[in-house]
Every structure is written in C-alpha cells, then in structure tokens.
T-cell receptor
Framework: GAVVSQHPSRVICKSGTSVKIECRSLDFQATTMFWYRQFPKQSLMLMATSNEGSKATYEQGVEKDKFLINHASLTLSTLTVTSAHPEDSSFYIC?????????????FGPGTRLTVT | DAKTTQPNSMESNEEEPVHLPCNHSTISGTDYIHWYRQLPSQGPEYVIHGLTSNVNNRMASLAIAEDRKSSTLILHRATLRDAAVYYCILRDVYSGGGADGLTFGKGTHLIIQP
C-alpha cells in the first residue's frame, strides 16, 4: 500500500528558530500534498494544500510567511516553521494523493511533534 | 462540506462488535460518506467510504440509512488495536478532483476494554 513518511518524528527547538519538516511519498508520486496541524485533544485542521511545482494554497488564518511550504518534487514536500514560538507547538501531519486516484485515497504520514521552548 | 455529528466517545469490550453512529442530515446527493481513524500519536488512516449502498472491506462495514441522513461504521470484532478516534467525513464526489483537504470534526473516541 501507499506509504507516506515524515521526518523528523519529534523535534524540540528554541523560540525564534526555524524548523523544517519533510513529507515523502515512498512508493507513489504525490501530485497533491496537504499539511494539517493538530493541537492536544483537538481535531486536525487543514493548513495548506500544495501541488507539485506550484505555490501552496493556505487556509484562512494560516500565515504563509510563517509556514513555508515547498513541493519541489513528486515525492517530497517540506513545511518550514519560521521564527517558531511556543504557540506553534503542535502535531503536524501531512497527507498525499496520487494523480489519477479516487479522491478518497489520501494517505497520511505518521506526524511530527513540534515542541518550541 | 456538509456537517456530521458523532458521539464524543464510546466504549466497548474486546472481541465484541462496535457500531459507531454518524448523523449527516444535510448530506447532499453527491456527498460520499468517508470514515477515517486516528490511533494515538499517529496520522489518520482511511477506513471505508460509501455513497448509497452498504459497503464492506477487510477493516469494517459501513451501513448507510436509506435516506442517507445517517450511517454506522461497524467493527465486527473489536480488538485493543481498534482503540482510536473515528472520524466521519462527507466529501462531494466532485470535490475539486481531490484538490481539497479533509475537514475533520471532533470524531468519536472509541475505548476498548480488555
């Protein structure tokens, strides 16, 4: 089956620094990748949608200059949290969809837990 | 996407069937009913989906009411590994060709007792 990986699985960083999270589709080409954020005891919230080779589309309220998304290849998307602050501490999850597959086939990564101190 | 309503939590015993309800009274004719689940500290995983007819796969069954205003996810024999948050999500069949991300509600926290 389709596998999506994320790296790192956990990261702790100091306030003001930037953190990059990678999302890879291991056995398929992902034309579209989605980034979600999940705060403790809350549901997932879509942050942005990225299509390979084009600019990401951000959901309302998500700062595009703070959460930089790059989808430079069909198997890799990165999310960079710039100038991270403690309120950015969250569980970040990506998902990917392959070209030509039904819309329900969205495969999720295992998530990255970010803690900003 | 139309809204869904699920109980906050449910509890069941291991090796017994579990019926997880979902109400979606404002469902449109082109909305598919999707179920995902999220195990603790993991990303969600697809469980099942359907439009009008009941559906079965290796993980679960989906029973859809005749008026499509509600559905039930059925785990035939729950194990401890089925303890998760289960999300019922409606997706328009024409939903941007999959260009849209999923809208997750609060889901149902399923607790399995040994």
């Amino acid at each position: 089956g389709a596998v999506v990986s994320q790296h790192p699985s956990r990261v702790i960083c100091k306030s003001g620094t930037s953190v990059k999270i990678e999302c890879r589709s291991l056995d398929f080409q992902a034309t579209t990748m989605f980034w979600y954020r999940q705060f403790p005891k809350q549901s997932l919230m879509l942050m942005a949608t990225s299509n390979e080779g084009s600019k990401a589309t951000y959901e309302q309220g998500v700062e595009k200059d703070k959460f930089l998304i790059n989808h430079a290849s069909l198997t890799l998307s990165t999310l960079t949290v710039t100038s991270a602050h403690p309120e950015d501490s969250s569980f970040y999850i990506c998902s990917a969809r392959a070209l030509g597959t039904p819309t329900y086939e969205q495969y999720f990564g295992p998530g990255t837990r970010l803690t900003v101190t | 996407d139309a809204k869904t309503t699920q109980p906050n939590s449910m509890e069941s015993n291991e090796e017994e069937p579990v019926h997880l309800p979902c109400n979606h009274s404002t469902i449109s004719g082109t909305d598919y009913i999707h179920w995902y689940r999220q195990l603790p500290s993991q990303g969600p995983e697809y469980v099942i989906h359907g439009l009008t007819s009941n559906v079965n796969n290796r993980m679960a069954s989906l029973a859809i009411a005749e008026d499509r205003k509600s559905s039930t996810l059925i785990l035939h024999r729950a194990t401890l590994r089925d303890a998760a948050v289960y999300y019922c999500i409606l997706r328009d069949v024409y939903s941007g060709g999959g260009a849209d991300g999923l809208t997750f509600g609060k889901g149902t926290h399923l607790i399995i007792q040994p």
